[in-house]
């Protein structure tokens, strides 16, 4: 039980299970991931690691966050592919209204102010009547259709 005890007394260190936590599988996802960290570094220290288990905790956040920012193929959201982006940026590209009869809307979000973050560090959100009919999204005419159409790093 000694082995037991030590792990479930390191693991109460930085809880991750919620006391509050409604749906059961939530709470026994938090604790199957808390005891696989715990694992992970476990065999760290037996393979000869000189880490605390906090560094050893942060070290492990920066690298899935490295891991998962750095490759565009996890990206969400409403960027172009690559294989879009060629399109977007050649060819004849006209701003139009948005049609009533194909949405029950009769404007969309500006997928080029969407992008930018406000002074409370939220994302804009701006809606437009017009859009692009080839790339089927929606922009302001003014700086933001010109904006999307030319620059590649959208």
């Given amino acids: 039980m000694g082995g037991v005890d030590k792990a479930d007394q390191c693991l109460s260190y930085y809880p991750v299970a919620r006391n509050q936590q409604r749906k059961y599988y ?3 996802f938090r ?3 808390s005891q696989a960290v715990w694992n992970a570094f476990v065999i760290f220290k037996k393979n000869g690691g000189k880490m605390r288990q906090v560094e050893f905790r942060m070290k492990l956040n920066e690298k899935l966050i490295e891991a998962t920012v750095c490759n565009p193929s996890t990206r969400r959201g409403p960027f172009p592919k690559s294989e879009e982006n060629v399109v977007r940026l050649t060819g004849r590209h006209f701003p139009s209204y948005v049609d009533e009869s194909e949405s029950r809307k009769k404007s969309r ?3 080029v102010c969407s992008l930018k973050i406000n002074e409370n560090g939220k994302r804009v959100r701006r809606e437009s009547r017009f859009e692009c009919k080839n790339c ?3 922009l302001c005419v003014a700086p933001c259709f010109e904006i999307y159409h030319t620059e590649s790093n959208l």
């Fill in 31 to 33: 604790y199957l991931l």
């Fill in 109 to 111: 979000k500006c997928v």
């Fill in 26 to 28: 939530k709470k026994i």
């Fill in 136 to 138: 089927n999204v929606g």
